[in-house]
């Protein structure tokens, strides 16, 4: 009879220590798993940073281009003002010139609504550029952290587990 009581508490204990193998192990897989979803999102923010740098570049490039072009902008404006001054001293016979100055003054405020649009559409880029980049890597940056605590918590548990597992053994 104690024979066969030993054989049972052998099989039971046999029994035990499976379930806390097969416990480990999925554990294992998970904090694996978790550790490569954390190796994506360092890929994905190391991708979205280098998205950004670009952007930036491009915003700067955008930006000189912007100023460059206010600059030519001022100087036809001081340009159509030097001519518009120059031909109020003649007399009223050069009509052709008057009609050039007009012309003039009608395609630089066409040129001036032109690059005054465009230099809204670079300011809202800039604008809309930046916060998305800083809004994305953010969000990425908590991620990672998330995962990170995730699966120091799952190994504390893992550890926990196995030194259960080794004292029962013992016992």
């Given at each position: 009879?104690?024979?066969?009581?030993?054989?049972?508490?052998?099989?039971?204990?046999?029994?035990?220590?499976?379930?806390?193998?097969?416990?480990?192990?999925?554990?294992?897989?998970?904090?694996?798993?978790?550790?490569?979803?954390?190796?994506?999102?360092?890929?994905?923010?190391?991708?979205?940073?280098?998205?950004?740098?670009?952007?930036?570049?491009?915003?700067?490039?955008?930006?000189?281009?912007?100023?460059v072009l206010?600059?030519?902008?001022?100087?036809?404006?001081?340009?159509?003002?030097?001519?518009?001054?120059?031909?109020?001293?003649?007399?009223?016979?050069?009509?052709?010139?008057q009609q050039?100055?007009?012309?003039?003054?009608?395609?630089?405020?066409?040129?001036?609504?032109?690059?005054?649009?465009?230099?809204?559409?670079?300011?809202?880029?800039?604008?809309?550029?930046?916060?998305?980049?800083?809004?994305?890597?953010?969000?990425?940056?908590?991620?990672?952290?998330?995962?990170?605590?995730?699966i120091a918590?799952?190994?504390?548990?893992?550890?926990?587990?196995?030194?259960?597992?080794?004292?029962?053994?013992?016992?």
């Amino acid at each position: 009879m104690f024979l066969f009581n030993f054989a049972c508490f052998k099989c039971v204990q046999t029994v035990d220590s499976l379930a806390r193998w097969e416990e480990s192990k999925n554990w294992k897989k998970k904090v694996e798993k978790l550790e490569s979803r954390i190796r994506e999102l360092e890929q994905e923010a190391d991708k979205t940073k280098r998205t950004l740098q670009s952007r930036v570049i491009s915003i700067t490039r955008l930006e000189k281009e912007k100023m460059v072009l206010e600059a030519k902008l001022n100087n036809r404006m001081q340009h159509l003002r030097g001519t518009s001054t120059s031909t109020a001293g003649l007399s009223d016979s050069s009509s052709l010139s008057q009609q050039s100055s007009q012309h003039m003054q009608i395609i630089a405020q066409g040129e001036i609504a032109r690059l005054s649009i465009k230099i809204q559409d670079l300011e809202e880029l800039v604008e809309k550029t930046e916060f998305e980049g800083r809004e994305e890597a953010e969000k990425l940056k908590m991620e990672v952290k998330l995962l990170k605590e995730r699966i120091a918590t799952q190994e504390r548990q893992l550890t926990a587990y196995q030194i259960a597992q080794k004292v029962d053994c013992q016992q």
